[in-house]
């Protein structure tokens, strides 16, 4: 079968478009947004979408379209660092998981088990619980501290295979040590599923952290998190349906994104899943 | 059929003490960190020094950890997960309080993500790469992205607040109208992981040789689908069923939180705002514990379904 391009790959575009998009603005926030995202002054409270205000304005009177641009930065911030973060522990855990077997194996692997027992966001809550107060910094630690798990499998997955074969045996023949093999033939030749499990961490630690933002657990004022916008859009659901919308609208286009892309590169890369 | 069924069964159950053992450590020693001086953090600053002393030696607290923590472990296999703070009664009658609501919502949410998501697969995988597949596929992507906790606030404003259809949030003493926003919010996510399930699976099986086998055989066609077909997709079905245990136990502390509902989840949020820990533990205790026990009972499905999995230790 064919290697498909990723150039006619729609949704794997589809989300290079998306993620291309969400990132080019989450940098270029300061430039983009009109107005100091926490300013109160000048502005009605809850206004409705204008021209001055094209996405109307928070129950403060700050500007929702500036605060939704600079929210994304934090979004986009700490979905990623997150995910570099869990993903550097996961492939450290899955390969000495992997390479070395028996004993280490099984406690490492016992670990991950337990801690995937847990569903995601309630351990992640029970975390934050420990913290005397939350914070966007906590989300992170907790965040980090849940999300190595699948890379980790996946690593190691891809170690238990990857070592039986002949180029790894030449290399270990050839006199080459542990941390040479690892490193320079294991690694290298896992990055594929590695980096389609990474990407979909992504767009999952974006959600979580917009949950417990959310939830008054992430985010506290004045750090801008969509979640913590749509906590106010609760508020003020009825009223004022302006402020519920648009910061969900962007967190999905931005979720959205990543999980397309996500989703094409495993298509691309994995070839269980090539059709 | 179902005789061989015993060691496979023995084997699940083993493979579980470690887990188990594992959940209640990390929640033992999370309590433990949180609490720092769990006697006093029960009675407050200005309690009496031998009030204190005597809590400490009851609940072996001058003891070392592991003591404590077998200690600890002998309550919880009893039912007894301390007592809340904020509420000054026993954790696990405050939780088992607010199950009701939890088990409502969730079986509601899984009803329609089955039906729906399977009804959208079976209609994609009809004529694959059509129109129709695309739309229904896309839409199960926007169904997975989609923000629980958003989905449920828009759901809310279109029907709620805007049509008057359905009440906004609440319980309303069990009135179905009050269930059905939080079900299908709930229900969205899965619903779209089961859509695209249904149609890979149903493409795979009928791909497969037994069913040209059957069909040459001369059997009709809906025998064919029913006999052969269906039991070979019923295993990703269950699968994704499992799967949909985990979607539903992360998404009900937000659904709840957003429609007011009045189970475990917003139980859990209001706790930790509240730093009322021990309902804090619990809470995240039980939700594991469903989780693991519900993980178990989809591996038994298997075990029944697909006499493959009977062989092999694991």
């Known amino acids: ?275 | 059929m179902l005789g061989d069924l015993g060691r496979p069964l023995a084997g699940r159950l083993l493979a579980l003490v470690p887990v188990l053992f594992g959940i209640t450590l990390l929640v033992f020693i999370l309590n433990a960190v949180a609490l720092g001086d769990p006697a006093r953090a029960a009675m407050g600053q200005r309690a009496d020094p031998e009030a204190l002393e005597r809590m400490r030696r009851e609940y072996a607290l001058d003891r070392p950890l592991p003591v404590q923590y077998v200690t600890w472990m002998g309550r919880v296999l009893r039912g007894d997960l301390g007592q809340s703070f904020r509420e000054q009664r026993p954790v696990t009658e405050v939780i088992i309080e607010r199950l009701p609501a939890t088990i409502r919502l969730a079986v509601a949410a899984t009803l329609i993500s089955i039906v729906l998501g399977v009804a959208m697969g079976a209609l994609a995988a009809v004529r694959p790469g059509s129109t129709l597949d695309h739309a229904l596929m896309g839409a199960a992507v926007l169904g997975i992205s989609t923000p629980v906790f958003w989905l449920g606030m828009m759901l809310s404003l279109v029907f709620a607040v805007n049509l008057g259809w359905l009440p906004v949030s609440g319980y309303g003493g069990g009135d179905p109208r009050y269930l059905v926003l939080p079900a299908f919010a709930l229900g969205a996510l899965h619903t779209g992981t089961v859509a695209r399930m249904t149609r890979s699976s149903l493409l795979e099986v009928v791909r497969q040789d037994y069913m040209q086998t059957a069909r040459a055989k001369g059997l009709s066609e809906p025998l064919v689908l029913a006999k052969h077909a269906f039991r070979n997709a019923l295993i990703p079905i269950v699968t994704v069923i499992g799967i949909g245990l985990a979607d539903l136990l992360v998404g009900a502390p937000l659904t709840e939180t957003v429609f007011a509902w009045p189970g475990v989840g917003r139980l859990l949020v209001a706790a930790v705002s509240q730093r009322d820990l021990p309902v804090v533990m619990g809470a995240v205790m039980v939700f594991a514990l469903v989780y693991v026990l519900g993980n178990l009972a989809v591996d038994l499905a298997y075990l029944v379904i697909d006499p493959r999995t009977r062989r092999g230790a694991s």
Request: hydrophobic fraction near 55%; charge should be positive.
């Open chain 1, 1 to 275: 079968m064919a290697r498909p391009s990723a150039l006619r790959h729609r949704g794997f575009l589809t989300g290079v478009a998306f993620v291309g998009v969400f990132a080019t603005v989450s940098v270029l926030a300061p430039a983009l947004a009109p107005y100091d995202p926490t300013a109160l002054a000048g502005a009605t409270t809850l206004a409705r979408p204008s021209v001055a205000h094209p996405l109307g304005t928070d129950a403060l009177g700050r500007d929702l379209l500036s605060r939704v641009l600079w929210a994304g930065r934090v979004s986009l911030a700490v979905g990623l660092g997150v995910e570099i973060l869990a993903a550097l522990i996961g492939c450290a855990i899955g390969m000495l998981a992997g390479y070395y077997g028996g004993a280490v194996d099984a406690l490492l692997m016992r670990t991950t088990d337990v801690v995937m027992a847990f569903p995601s966001l309630v351990l992640a809550i029970g975390l934050i619980a420990v913290f005397e107060r939350p914070g966007l910094d906590k989300v992170v630690i907790v965040l980090v501290a849940l999300g190595w798990t699948t890379i980790a499998r996946v690593m190691r997955g891809a170690v238990l295979s990857l070592k039986a074969r002949e180029h790894v045996q030449a290399a270990r023949a050839l006199g080459a040590g542990d941390v040479t093999i690892m490193v320079r033939h294991l690694f290298p030749n896992a990055l594929g599923p590695l980096l389609v499990a990474a990407t979909i961490g992504v767009g999952s630690n974006m959600v979580a952290e917009a949950g417990l933002s959310f939830l008054g657990l992430g985010a506290q004022s004045p750090t801008l998190s969509w979640g913590a916008m749509l906590a106010d859009g609760q508020t003020f659901l009825v009223t004022a349906w302006w402020v519920a919308v648009f910061p969900g609208a962007a967190l999905l286009l931005a979720v959205l994104g990543v999980n397309l892309l996500g989703d094409g590169l495993r298509d691309l890369l994995d070839p269980r899943f090539r059709e």
